[in-house]
């Protein structure tokens, strides 16, 4: 069956992707642009694991921080799959056809109103943020158009919590950053970053202080090593 889209919903899809694009200016809640353009009931996003911390970062309603919070005791779910691959989890209808590898977290569904969920990753370059799981109240499934609105939404709420976090937490402090070298070695660093991941600038410095942030140094001393060849983000991301 073909889908057509509307010209309503791809414009109500661009001001969600123009919304969650500025939440870190305007403070928007990153769940909302979500729930306006996708057929689900509920939204919570969250980090997951080190060294970012595990902890939701917005839920949409009550049973929507119930899913994350039992993925997080558990240790066990749609989210931490997500995020282990790399890939969406999509399950339709979780109550029949839950996954044998989340055996307890299948059984917890039974105490909520949870009938579909559907996991993706939040990921920056090589660095592993947390996941996103859209919730519907009844069995349902996503068209494709749906699924590759929803990876793009996510995306971009990554690069948002990433900056929330960074802002949230204090980095190491690097005694050289007003200098003019250090500057332009990072400079240097975050263009040869964004070659190699095919970024934009803000993203390749994000990723750049993301990963400083997670290895406890400082944006100085990972640039000398991406400008030294020491550190390819291109060999981090295929894992070699």
Not at 9 to 20: I, K, N, P, T, Y
Not at 28 to 44: I, K, M, N, Q, W
Not at 150 to 171: D, F, G, Y
Not at 207 to 225: C, K, M, P
Request: with cysteine.
């Amino acid at each position: 069956m073909i889908v057509v889209m509307s010209r309503s919903d791809r414009q109500s899809f661009g001001l969600a992707v123009e919304e969650l694009s500025n939440a870190h200016r305007t403070s928007t809640d990153l769940c909302s642009p979500f729930l306006r353009v996708l057929p689900v009931t509920g939204v919570a996003i969250s980090t997951l694991g080190a060294p970012f911390g595990t902890e939701t970062v917005c839920a949409s309603d009550a049973s929507a921080a119930r899913l994350d919070e039992l993925q997080f005791d558990l240790g066990e779910g749609p989210c931490w799959e997500a995020l282990t691959t790399r890939r969406p989890v999509l399950n339709s209808d979780i109550r029949h056809h839950g996954n044998p590898a989340w055996p307890v977290f299948t059984q917890s569904i039974d105490e909520t109103d949870v009938g579909s969920v559907f996991a993706f990753p939040m990921v920056v370059g090589t660095l592993d943020i947390g996941a996103v799981d859209l919730y519907s109240r009844r069995p349902r499934t996503l068209t494709g158009v749906q699924i590759a609105d929803a990876t793009m939404l996510v995306k971009i709420a990554a690069r948002q919590v990433l900056r929330r976090v960074l802002l949230s937490h204090t980095m190491k402090p690097d005694p050289d950053a007003d200098e003019g070298y250090s500057r332009r070695v990072v400079h240097q660093a975050t263009g040869m970053v964004l070659a190699q991941l095919n970024v934009g600038a803000s993203d390749a410095l994000l990723i750049l202080q993301g990963y400083a942030f997670s290895h406890a140094r400082t944006v100085r001393e990972v640039a000398d090593d991406v400008v030294a060849r020491k550190v390819d983000f291109t060999s981090e991301l295929n894992g070699s």
